[in-house]
């Protein structure tokens, strides 16, 4: 089945395609009792055309010590099997709306094996 690209952006890195958008997603709240509203996050959402690699980023706030990346396609060589990573703080990582070369770091980090590390 395809990927639906309306609302997409599409980005080529190292030859292949991928689809990403940003949304804002706001944290579940219990249903009974007094809460604080939840805090919203902005997600950059990031899928290959052929569904094998899917990461949704959540883009961080100035003061958090590090972002967060859930994966969900099958294809991540960072971290085979894994479903959450942290990854470090880059620089503009918090900007409210990431360019397409951030986008395309975080896909090539994303790609490369844990014991290489790098940025």
Known sequence: MAVSKKGMRKVNVSGRQYLWT???EAAATP????VEPPE????????????????????PKLGDPYAQLRVEGPQFPRGPGA???ELPRWKHD????PTADFV????????????????
């Open 22 to 24: 940003v949304k804002d």
């Open 31 to 34: 249903e009974a009792g007094f």
């Open 40 to 59: 919203s996050y902005r997600h950059l959402h990031i899928i290959s055309v052929n569904k094998q690699f899917i990461v949704h980023y959540r883009i």
């Open 83 to 85: 479903s959450m990573v």
């Open 94 to 97: 918090s900007k409210r709306y």
């Open 104 to 119: 395309r770091r975080l896909i090539g980090w994303c790609m490369q094996p844990a014991d290489q590390g790098g940025q």
